[in-house]
Nanobody, 115 residues
Framework: QVQLVESGGGLVQPGGSLRLSCAAS????????MGWYRQAPGKQRELVAS???????NYTDNVKGRFTISRDNAKNTVYLQMNSLKPEDTAVYYC?????????WGQGTQVTVSS
């Protein structure tokens, strides 16, 4: 079983920054793709960014140039640095990984961008 615990959400003004963290209880964390998703009220959950075991990254178009995903394999942690935040980035952000064909999710962390 895998546990994912997110932290770092909060209320921030437009143009501000936040860094989300996701700590994973994966024994071989470095070997797995990690992803950040988000779900806004009334909308479907969407992939924001992902990072492979080799460090290759992928972003959805509307966060490119503003968000950066990274991982620290020594700490079993994946990060999402979010800069130039916009009100439309408001959502619950979830960490995800797939381990032995099972998809695991964290409990989510709320990000609210508002003045």
């Amino acid at each position: 079983q895998v546990q994912l615990v997110e932290s770092g959400g909060g209320l921030v003004q437009p143009g501000g920054s936040l860094r989300l963290s996701c700590a994973a209880s994966l024994r071989i964390f470095s070997g797995y793709v990690m992803g950040w998703y988000r779900q806004a009220p009334g909308k479907q959950r969407e992939l924001v960014a992902s990072i492979t075991s080799g460090g290759s990254t992928n972003y959805t178009d509307n966060v490119k140039g503003r968000f950066t995903i990274s991982r620290d394999n020594a700490k079993n942690t994946v990060y999402l640095q979010m800069n130039s935040l916009k009100p439309e980035d408001t959502a619950v952000y979830y960490c995800n990984t797939v381990y032995r064909i099972i998809s695991y999710w964290g409990q989510g962390t709320q990000v609210t961008v508002s003045s």
